[in-house]
């Protein structure tokens, strides 16, 4: 079991690392670039589809066997079974090292098993190489939550907001911690 002291180190150390990652956008390709400008300025019907078609881009790792061991992850992890999901996640990870969506989905597959620490750190590698991940910065945000980072997790919160403005749960997420860091005005 993690101590809350060494937690405290892996949360900080993690946020860190993310916070350097988050401003960088260089590594994406222009139509992704695009994309996600779209998104921040789009309404909300619009950013529905421009939200599907980035989820499209950010799942082709450019090898079909790579996309197969993510279907199969995928399968795995929607059929519940959280071993095997991490069995095809883990292979992809280790065959495609900068495909940043396999490590995205195998930190999705170790929250469901609640392994923090190594949803953490498979977020870290994600953001790393996709640091406008909506997707894995709300897991981020969701496990600094659960873990006792209000703070932390508001700041990453807003941070997708400031990306992907049309996300509801985001939305209701930052009014919560709002009150739960800074007090509710009388």
């Given at each position: ?76 992890l929607e ?102 860091v800074g007090?509710?005005?009388?």
């Amino acid at each position: 079991m993690t101590s809350s002291r060494n937690r405290h180190r892996i949360v900080t150390a993690f946020f860190v690392t993310v916070s350097f990652c988050l401003p960088f956008s260089g590594a994406f390709a222009a139509d992704e670039q695009t994309l996600l400008d779209d998104l921040a300025t789009a309404g909300p019907e619009q950013a529905a589809e421009i939200e599907d078609r980035l989820a499209r881009e950010w799942s082709k790792s450019g090898s079909a066997a790579m996309d197969l061991l993510l279907q199969r992850g995928r399968d795995a992890l929607e059929a519940g079974d959280l071993d095997a999901a991490i069995e095809h996640f883990t292979a992809l990870t280790d065959h495609a090292p900068d495909f940043a969506e396999g490590w995205n989905m195998r930190a999705t597959a170790f929250f469901q098993k609640e392994q923090m620490g190594l949803a953490l750190g498979d977020l870290t590698q994600a953001l790393s190489l996709n640091p406008n991940h909506f997707g894995a910065i709300i897991g981020l945000a969701v496990i600094l939550e659960q873990t006792g980072y209000p703070e932390d997790a508001l700041e990453a919160y807003r941070t997708v907001q400031s990306i992907h403005p049309h996300q509801e749960q985001v939305a209701t997420a930052i009014e919560r911690l709002e009150v739960e860091v800074g007090g509710q005005d009388i």
